[in-house]
């Protein structure tokens, strides 16, 4: 007689968030263990079902601002650092009703930035959205599958909020993951879980300190599989096929710009420009040219800079993934990051992956000419995830003025090792090592819950 298999459903969100799960190995794990079933809208080799029609009004949305702003106010209120919400300042928002709306939503937040008051939003927010009819379809997918125990890859989304919701109500046990390391103090977690994985003990001890309801005893620490393979060249590109693919003339030394989303990112096109004129001085006075490889934010391509490039194509070249690109998207971000001898950019997460893959980062952190009105870069770093690499006394190197590029090439050229030491004892508390150990990790928790 055969023992029954124990049934879990997973849940994702959008593509790169099933990609991380499937090649890292994990899901073909599930699926030799388990009873495995796809909760996605994409395309997927595994037993699936589709998501439901996400049908959730402005009143929701709204809601969910609002609970966000007043968790952030709160924060501030509670913790050391006071400049949580410095990551909901609406500063970019266009067109009179939008601006009315948000406005509306920091005044309000005033009277909910409480334990009570937050409770109070969100038992209105969850009433909404049972309601809705991604609601109702979820809780009928759920009752039907009846699986033992439903697994979220995402703590902040409308989809994994509602699928969450259902659960609660079919009363089915979930596990989730937090999706990034700098998630938990951005007040926008959504999904109440049974048990939580996180990338790290950092991670675990300022989940159970910013929500006290979660006790230690139901967080793991797992790593991320975001990261499963920077341990190997499975995602490499050949030299000769990426430089000759993407058109990248020879040098001594690359760089890598790695442009980041616009609402952080708005005075990049003069930080490309200041660096594009410090290289071309260097290497009109040194033997060892450097070239810029310049990486477009991958959702928001690269118009911003396109005259800047097109005005400077010896010094500065632009790899990006595209439909006509003969390889995907992670392996034209892995090789760009391998190929390349350094990372600069504002405040990215691209500064964890070249620490992992053994690159000195920098970040920019000087104020530009002309600067944008609506954007700070002093503001950039007073971001309170930020703090982690201020304990590694600044683990990554900030260029405070135009000028101090001449040191980091000097850098690059001849003393990468001594920054890189500090990046790697900062990445080592921020994720769990070894890094490919996330799919073992991940089961031996399913062991322990299930």
Same mark, same amino acid.
């Given at each position: 007689?055969?023992?029954?298999?124990?049934?879990?459903?997973?849940?994702?969100?959008?593509?790169?968030?099933?990609?991380?799960?499937?090649?890292?190995?994990?899901?073909?794990?599930?699926?030799?263990?388990?009873?495995?079933?796809?909760?996605?809208?994409?395309?997927?080799?595994?037993?699936?079902?589709?998501?439901?029609?996400?049908?959730?009004?402005?009143?929701?949305?709204?809601?969910?601002?609002?609970?966000?702003?007043?968790?952030?106010?709160?924060?501030?209120?509670?913790?050391?650092?006071?400049?949580?919400?410095?990551?909901?300042?609406?500063?970019?928002?266009?067109?009179?009703?939008?601006?009315?709306?948000?406005?509306?939503?920091?005044?309000?937040?005033?009277?909910?930035?409480?334990?009570?008051?937050?409770?109070?939003?969100?038992?209105?927010?969850?009433?909404?959205?049972?309601?809705?009819?991604?609601?109702?379809?979820?809780?009928?997918?759920?009752?039907?599958?009846?699986?033992?125990?439903?697994?979220?890859?995402?703590?902040?989304?409308?989809?994994?909020?509602?699928?969450?919701?259902?659960?609660?109500?079919?009363?089915?046990?979930?596990?989730?993951?937090?999706?990034?390391?700098?998630?938990?103090?951005?007040?926008?977690?959504?999904?109440?879980?049974?048990?939580?994985?996180?990338? $790290?003990?950092?991670?675990? #001890?300022? *989940?159970?300190?910013?929500?006290? !309801? &979660?006790? %230690?005893? @139901?967080?793991?620490?797992?790593?991320?599989?975001?990261?499963?393979?920077?341990?190997?060249?499975?995602?490499?590109?050949?030299?000769?096929?990426?430089?000759?693919?993407?058109?990248?003339?020879?040098?001594?030394?690359?760089?890598?710009?790695?442009?980041?989303?616009?609402?952080?990112?708005?005075?990049?096109?003069?930080?490309?420009?200041?660096?594009?004129?410090?290289?071309?001085?260097?290497?009109?006075?040194?033997?060892?040219?450097?070239?810029?490889?310049?990486?477009?934010?991958?959702?928001?391509? $690269?118009?911003?800079?396109? #005259?800047? *490039?097109?005005?400077?194509?010896? !010094? &500065?070249? %632009?790899? @990006?993934?595209?439909?006509?690109?003969?390889?995907?998207?992670?392996?034209?971000?892995?090789?760009?990051?391998?190929?390349?001898?350094?990372?600069?950019?504002?405040?990215?997460?691209?500064?964890?992956?070249?620490?992992?893959?053994?690159?000195?980062?920098?970040?920019?952190?000087?104020?530009?000419?002309?600067?944008?009105?609506?954007?700070?870069?002093?503001?950039?770093?007073?971001?309170?995830?930020?703090?982690?690499?201020?304990?590694?006394?600044?683990?990554?190197?900030?260029?405070?003025?135009?000028?101090?590029?001449?040191?980091?090439?000097?850098?690059?050229?001849?003393?990468? !090792? &001594?920054?890189?030491?500090?990046?790697?004892?900062?990445?080592?508390?921020?994720?769990?090592?070894?890094?490919?150990?996330?799919?073992?990790?991940?089961?031996?928790?399913?062991?322990?819950?299930?």
């Amino acid at each position: 007689m055969s023992i029954r298999k124990k049934k879990l459903l997973i849940v994702f969100v959008n593509k790169s968030n099933y990609d991380n799960y499937e090649n890292s190995g994990t899901l073909k794990l599930l699926e030799e263990q388990y009873d495995l079933k796809i909760w996605y809208d994409g395309e997927t080799n595994y037993a699936s079902i589709q998501l439901p029609y996400l049908d959730f009004n402005g009143k929701i949305e709204y809601l969910k601002y609002l609970k966000e702003k007043a968790s952030l106010k709160y924060f501030d209120s509670i913790k050391k650092q006071n400049t949580h919400t410095f990551y909901r300042r609406f500063k970019r928002v266009k067109g009179f009703k939008n601006i009315l709306k948000f406005k509306s939503i920091i005044f309000f937040s005033n009277f909910f930035k409480s334990t009570k008051g937050i409770l109070f939003l969100e038992k209105r927010l969850n009433s909404l959205v049972e309601k809705t009819n991604f609601f109702k379809k979820s809780t009928d997918v759920l009752k039907e599958e009846n699986p033992d125990l439903l697994l979220i890859t995402h703590q902040s989304t409308s989809v994994t909020l509602g699928v969450s919701l259902a659960a609660k109500k079919a009363n089915l046990p979930i596990l989730t993951s937090i999706h990034s390391w700098d998630n938990i103090v951005k007040g926008n977690k959504l999904v109440d879980a049974d048990y939580y994985v996180v990338w $790290s003990d950092y991670m675990k #001890n300022e *989940l159970v300190d910013y929500y006290p !309801n &979660v006790k %230690k005893e @139901i967080v793991f620490t797992t790593g991320t599989p975001q990261f499963h393979d920077y341990n190997s060249n499975q995602k490499l590109i050949n030299r000769e096929a990426f430089f000759s693919g993407f058109k990248i003339p020879k040098a001594i030394f690359y760089i890598c710009f790695s442009a980041n989303f616009e609402a952080i990112g708005q005075d990049e096109p003069q930080y490309l420009e200041d660096l594009i004129l410090e290289v071309t001085e260097y290497n009109t006075s040194s033997k060892e040219n450097i070239h810029i490889i310049f990486r477009p934010h991958p959702t928001e391509g $690269s118009n911003r800079f396109d #005259n800047l *490039l097109s005005e400077n194509s010896d !010094n &500065v070249t %632009k790899v @990006i993934h595209t439909k006509n690109t003969e390889f995907n998207a992670s392996q034209v971000l892995f090789s760009t990051i391998y190929y390349t001898d350094a990372m600069i950019n504002v405040g990215s997460t691209m500064g964890l992956d070249a620490t992992l893959l053994n690159k000195p980062a920098f970040y920019l952190d000087y104020t530009v000419k002309n600067s944008s009105p609506l954007f700070s870069i002093d503001e950039i770093y007073k971001l309170v995830h930020f703090k982690s690499l201020k304990e590694f006394d600044n683990a990554i190197y900030h260029i405070k003025s135009k000028s101090e590029f001449a040191e980091i090439f000097k850098i690059v050229a001849e003393d990468k !090792n &001594v920054v890189i030491v500090k990046q790697k004892k900062w990445a080592k508390t921020i994720v769990k090592h070894p890094t490919e150990g996330f799919a073992v990790n991940y089961m031996n928790v399913l062991s322990k819950v299930i």
